[in-house]
């Protein structure tokens, strides 16, 4: 949800001392959010296991009806479609965005971001005095309630709010949602990736500069992992499957070497120590990238392919299917161990 939860109990109308100290606080909030963002796009830019491709800063595999997987895991995407409600509330977001001039990247990223807060339902009510198509906080500075309401006008403030994000443009689209929304769960937005291109080109919004071009798939037994993995591009995520319709990360990362030839664990802390460890910066197409909350290879708890580039291929959790994405958001700053494993190079090991 946005707005700082500090700010919960501030009301509409106060006295003047207190609604200089709510607007301060406001006001010291999105400056500090602008600095994480900039903080964030410099630790991007000077790591090479965190650098885009293009510019483009993240992407989707296809769109969500590319492949029958794909719009079975994905709602609006043939398994699931949008009601004439949410549809209407759907083209309002984008014509707005249209009529200001906005790229379809950030149409893109205003859709999911509704998807996620609301379902594309204009909502009277959420957490707390969270409002709205996008749970817009009257006490976080987003407007009056019955400004809220107002799906044209609460599509505007998004967007004025996610002009204001330096870097924006090369953020995953998770981490620009974040950036505007500060939501308590900021890694909530990435499973509408595919949904939200899709209804966008349902209604005739140019989605070509999405779809991911993470770079060229080497040759060797990477290329093989890489190749076996984005076969699996859109099939959905399910804990403890090896495949051959759904995958957990460390079943799509056994399975893709597998089909190179290399044998390497099940469980991804087992992978974690099943070939050399090679610094992260090094780190070339095929190897394997893990996350672990506590900086150890003990609580490694995700892994995933690197494709080069800053890109990674991963089966990434419950609801969201495997999928390319870019590295740099909050989640990789803080997890992401500091070094990979080349499976390859451990079977031509002595």
Partial sequence: ?????????????????????????????VASGLLLSAVLAALVGTDPAFTGTGGNGACISGLAGASPAVQRSTPGGGGQAWTAEQQANAQVIVAVGREQGTPPRAQWIALATAMQESSLINLDRGHLDSLGLFQQRPSAGWGTPQEILDPRYASTQFYARLAGIPGWEQMPLTQAAQAVQ??????????????????LAQLGGATDTLVCQPGQVPAGAAGAALA??????????????????????????QMAWLAAGVQ?????RDQAQAG?????????????LFWSPTGTVDGVEHVALYLGNGWIREAPRTGTPVRDRALGTERDQRLLLPFVVRPGAASAAP
Wanted: hydrophobic share 40%; charged share 15%.
């Fill in 182 to 199: 500060r939501s308590a769960f900021p890694d909530a937005y990435a499973k509408w990736e595919g949904a939200a291109a899709a209804l």
């Fill in 228 to 253: 076996f993995a984005g076969e699996q591009l859109g099939k959905p995520y399910q804990w403890g499957a090896t495949g051959p319709d759904t995958y957990d990360c460390s079943g799509l990362t």
């Fill in 264 to 268: 390497i664990p099940r469980v991804s």
């Fill in 1 to 29: 949800m946005p707005g700082p939860l500090l700010l919960a109990s501030a009301a509409v109308a106060r006295p003047r001392t207190t609604r200089r100290v709510v607007g301060g606080l406001i006001a010291l909030t």
């Fill in 276 to 288: 050399t460890q090679i610094p992260r910066a090094q780190a070339q197409p095929g190897d394997l």
